[in-house]
């Protein structure tokens, strides 16, 4: 069983940064892909952005340009930093974690928060 943990989330202003971070408790070369998901009250989770082990990144339209997904393979951690936030951005953040053989791991959110 993969444990993924994620941290990092808070309360910012619009226009501020937050770095979210999510390590999986297993090697690198276990992890086909890592991703992280937002939900909004009352809205279906979505993809926000993955990054594949050889270091291949997807971004929502809605992120592009201002959120940057990075991974440090010796950590096992992917990292989300985001940037000129706007209160649309609020949500639960969830990593999740593939595994080679497909299996899928969630962590258990952290709340993103931007005031206007």
């Known amino acids: 069983q993969v444990q993924v943990v994620e941290s990092g989330g808070g309360s910012v202003q619009a226009g501020g940064s937050l770095r979210l971070s999510c390590a999986a408790s297993t090697s690198i070369f276990r992890i086909k892909v890592m991703g992280w998901y937002r939900q909004a009250p009352e809205k279906q989770r979505e993809l926000v952005s993955i990054?594949?082990?050889?270091?291949?990144?997807n971004y929502a339209d809605s992120v592009k340009g201002r959120f940057t997904i990075s991974r440090d393979n010796a950590k096992n951690t992917a990292y989300l930093q985001m940037n000129s936030l706007k209160p649309e951005d609020t949500a639960v953040y969830y990593c999740?974690?593939?595994?080679?053989?497909?299996?899928?791991?969630w962590g258990q959110g952290t709340q993103v928060t931007v005031s206007s």
């Open positions: 990054i594949t082990r050889d270091g291949t990144t």
């Open positions: 999740k974690v593939v595994g080679v053989l497909n299996s899928e791991y």
